[in-house]
């Protein structure tokens, strides 16, 4: 059972990366337009070239 | 102007003294004017739906000169642009030739919405006890399969470790709303909430430092997770309806200009006193009540009485608020401004409609009012009977916190919101903004509609009726002359001649109150009133007309006729063969309204009802028995619309209208009216089915818990699967109707 004491902390661990990156997407405003996002991917206006801004 | 009421207070009918809330939002607009940053342009885009949509619409944006950026926000079709020194005026035109309809919107209304603060704030703590939900289920299960003395002790603790904090934050919302319903002295919802919570933590807390069997921490947080997405989806409907109405005062920017010691000046409505002199441009609506002292024209009174036929106006001449002056410049002395305008003499007879109507009690109100006391009595009871035949406070707790963790409203607190989010977003797809959350569920209710005609069955616009009686030859004349004016049968008929080239005229004057005068070739060439053009008047008053005179040849009758509103016949009859009373109530005479009732095969219609008949119909109906549901767009309807069961306006109608109902429909389009009624029964069946739904669980469960049988592996198989079956039936509703 000692394995426990390293297999614990490692989930404990990957749980808080992705709480982390959540609340970072959140603080960035990536929930901001759902709909709009899913639709953008479709477009091929930046393809070549991204966006300067 | 009055719209401003809606940004005033999102609160539905708050707003029903529009002029009253126009002061303090007068000051705030001003206040706000330096502070915003004078770059950033937000445009509403109503027929945004796209890829396309937003590819087009920003390449558009950016190839205009001095648009640094634009970004295209699709879950709330509006775009923002960050152009120094350009206003909305230079875009609109821009997105118009493009082929999409754009209006400026209120950026200070829009702040609430934009940086969504309290939406983002539930996220957050969505996200937190999800994570903490997650990791306590991976020790939980090692506990369910088996674990023992301390290896069970290490995993309790540890899960109290990460459940603790994050009730305490997850918990917020929760603990706050019951904190406040006690202060009232009520029993909501959040109270027996807030009290499984705390329970279920403290017993676990107790039972893990007495190496007990049974902790409920993942209870305690998989109970907040559900509970917040609820809450989630239940302020993510309230936003997009508040939004809504914000976008809806953005349609008109409440500025007059003002004469001052001869010079112009734009200030805002609000800061108008009586007194003052007050210049209106053709085209423009009249701000504040007054009495002309210059110029001649004729008006467009269709909003506030429901008249097609504009009237002729000449000094002297008393003008309302929400008036539309159409062909010459007028200058006007303002007797009533704020609070003593017009508009705020419909307030009476809006509030008294609305307290007559009375407060609704919507399906989860009624449903908390018997569960929440039911539940604290079920776990009471629970305790006593256990601790009485027992005599083990330990155990007599324990049960009573598994019965309120069991009966707790997983699924009952979302098996509103989740039907809700799921009928509104499809409303909104149609086109129909629900501004008040009961909305949905009164129209459920409704029987009989009422329809004003004006405005809502038909456009409020007139149209030619026949192109052909106009010689080919005479075409570019006609366009030509009717291009000069804004008078609305001018408008129509550069519509209906949209194809032609106008012809090159010279002097062309626009005679206020009579018509439009010009050279062509050296010929004088006229179009307007019968009696300017002594043309032989013809009394039929069922038409309107006006005449085109060529020099040397007679005068050329023009008819038109009000056209109806695209889909109205089509949700008239669907309205009918749903078995739905529908009546046809106008302030216009009665010719226009008989005939048009005959078109649409309504049988039931009034001619000439002031606002005040208007209102008084809708409660006898009331009394009656009958659930009225009121679609209308002018001032004359508010009265109406704020007493009616359910009501709905187009967004074409005045400010006034829209603040007194509860839905607006956005596009030109009258069918999702027919549309909505269904939706909303079927969404109404649905809420209904899952009270239903979680109401049996509990039926299961709750035995199980009063026994002491009730294991911490069975409240949480009993909370997600209950939680996880309303949400699949209220997504149901996105599917096909019928």
Redesign the interface.
């Known amino acids: 059972m000692e394995i426990l004491t390293i297999l614990i902390p490692v989930s404990l661990g990957l749980g808080a990366a992705g709480l982390l990156a959540f609340i970072w997407a959140l603080k960035d405003r990536q929930f901001e337009d759902p709909k709009g996002d899913g639709q953008r991917i479709l477009s091929d206006r930046w393809d070549d070239h991204p966006p300067q801004n | 102007m009055a719209d401003l009421s809606a940004a005033q207070g999102y609160q539905p009918r708050l707003g029903a003294c529009p002029a009253c809330d126009a002061v303090p939002l007068a000051q705030r607009l001003a206040e706000r004017a330096e502070a915003l940053r004078p770059a950033q342009l937000i445009l509403s885009l109503p027929a945004a739906h ?3 949509c ?2 087009d619409v ?2 558009a944006l950016t190839d205009h000169l001095g648009v640094r ?1 634009a970004r ?5 079709r509006r775009v923002t642009v960050d152009a120094p020194g350009l206003t909305a005026e230079d875009l609109v035109p821009v997105l118009a030739r493009i082929g999409y309809e754009a209006h400026e919107l209120d950026p200070e209304a829009l702040a609430a919405t ?1 940086a969504d603060r309290a939406g ?1 704030d539930l ?2 703590r969505i ?2 006890s999800g ?1 903490a939900m ?2 306590i289920m ?2 939980s299960v090692a506990v369910w399969s088996g674990a023992e003395a301390a ?1 069970r002790d ?1 995993f309790h603790w ?1 899960s109290g470790a ?1 459940a603790l904090p994050t009730v305490a934050f997850a918990g917020q919302p929760f603990f706050a709303s019951a904190w406040r319903s006690l202060k009232a002295r009520r029993l909501g919802m959040d109270v027996p909430i807030s009290l499984a919570l705390i329970l279920a933590s403290a017993i676990s807390v107790f039972e893990t430092a007495h190496s007990g069997h049974h902790a409920y921490f993942d209870a305690a947080v998989m109970l907040s997770f559900f509970l917040l997405i609820g809450r989630y989806l239940d302020h993510r409907t309230r936003a997009i309806a508040r939004s809504a109405a914000a976008e809806l005062t953005a349609l008109e920017v409440p500025r007059a200009t003002r004469l001052l010691d001869g010079a112009e000046e734009v200030v805002a409505v609000a800061a108008l006193h009586p007194g003052d002199l007050i210049r209106v441009r053709p085209g423009g609506r009249i701000p504040a009540d007054g009495e002309i002292i210059e110029g001649t024209s004729e008006i467009d009174r269709a909003l506030l009485t429901g008249e097609t036929l504009p009237v002729t106006a000449a000094p002297g001449f008393l003008l309302s608020a929400g008036e539309v002056n159409l062909t010459g410049p007028l200058t006007l002395r303002v007797t009533a401004a704020g609070p003593d305008s017009s508009l705020a003499r419909l307030t009476a007879l809006v509030e008294a409609a609305e307290n007559a109507r009375g407060r609704y009690t919507s399906l989860a109100e009624r449903a908390a009012r018997g569960y929440s006391p039911a539940v604290h009595l079920l776990a009471f009871s629970s305790f006593v009977g256990w601790f009485w035949m027992s005599g083990d406070l330990r155990l007599a707790v324990n049960i009573a916190a598994a019965v309120l963790i069991i009966t707790c409203p997983c699924a009952l607190g979302l098996a509103v919101p989740a039907v809700a989010t799921s009928a509104s977003g499809r409303l909104f797809r149609r086109g129909l903004l629900i501004k008040d959350g009961t909305a949905l569920e009164r129209l459920a209710e409704v029987d009989t509609v009422v329809f004003d005609k004006t405005g809502t069955l038909t456009m409020g616009q007139p149209r030619l009726l026949d192109p052909s009686v106009i010689p080919p030859g005479h075409g570019p004349v006609a366009r030509a002359l009717a291009d000069a004016s804004s008078h609305p049968l001018s408008r129509a008929l550069a519509e209906a001649l949209a194809d032609i080239p106008p012809a090159q005229l010279e002097d062309v004057v626009e005679h206020p109150g009579k018509g439009v005068s010009a050279r062509w070739h050296g010929r004088s060439v006229q179009l307007g009133r019968a009696e300017w053009l002594d043309a032989p008047e013809v009394a039929d008053g069922d038409t309107l007309s006006s005449w085109l005179r060529i020099a040397g040849k007679a005068p050329l009758r023009l008819d038109f006729a009000d056209r109806q509103r695209p889909g109205a016949a089509e949700c008239i009859a669907r309205l009918q063969a749903d078995g739905r009373r529908v009546i046809l109530l106008s302030g216009d005479r009665p010719a226009p309204v008989a005939a048009l009732a005959r078109q649409l095969g309504i049988t039931e219609w009034h001619a000439g009802v002031s606002p005040a008949e208007k209102a008084d119909h809708v409660a006898r109906l009331s009394e009656q028995g009958e659930r009225v549901l009121m679609v209308g767009d002018g001032l004359n309807d508010t009265a109406a619309l704020a007493r009616a069961h359910a009501s709905i306006s187009p967004a074409s109608a005045l400010d006034a209208a829209r603040v007194a109902s509860d839905m607006v429909l956005t596009g030109q389009d009258l069918g999702p009216v027919a549309e909505a009624l269904q939706i909303a029964r079927q969404a109404t069946r649905r809420i209904r089915e899952n009270f239903a739904i979680s109401f049996g669980y509990n039926v299961v469960a709750v035995p199980i818990a009063l026994v002491g049988l009730a294991t911490p592996l069975i409240a949480a198989l009993a909370m997600s699967i209950s939680s996880i079956t309303v949400t699949l039936n209220a997504l149901r509703l996105s599917g096909k109707v019928r």
């Open positions: 796209c890829a396309i937003i590819t920003e390449r950026s295209v926000n699709l879950t709330l934009t983002r996220l957050m996200g937190v994570f997650m990791n991976i020790l290896t290490l540890i990460i």
